[in-house]
């Protein structure tokens, strides 16, 4: 079970982009990367297109390395690290380390 989820609201503990908070837009665990909302903005060389016919500058969310963010709890307000535990049924749930709360 993955530790983080598209959707999910992150910080941004360290790098140029620190303390930056954002919603996760795309998520790669084999290469180890998130996109992040409004977050590591990059600037972006475009070739003419049939879609974009004049090309140019384009801006775009950069990626950001998986240990460099952070799953925010919205009660606490606070960044927190995810862990795993089984329900009754036998299912895995994703809680908050610092609060133990469920977090889905």
Not at 16 to 38: A, M, P
Not at 45 to 60: Q, S
């Amino acid at each position: 079970m993955q530790k983080l989820r598209k959707g999910d609201t992150v910080k941004v503990i360290t790098g140029k982009c620190k303390g930056e908070e954002g919603i996760i837009k795309k998520i790669s665990y084999k290469d180890g990367y998130v996109v992040v909302e409004k977050v590591n903005m990059i600037k972006k060389h475009k070739k003419p297109t049939n879609d974009n016919p004049e090309g140019g500058i384009v801006e775009l969310e950069g990626k950001i390395h998986l240990s460099n963010v952070m799953i925010i709890d919205k009660k606490a307000k606070k960044p927190s690290r995810v862990g795993i535990i089984f329900d009754e049924k036998g299912k895995k749930k994703r809680i908050f380390k610092k609060s133990k709360k469920i977090i889905d």
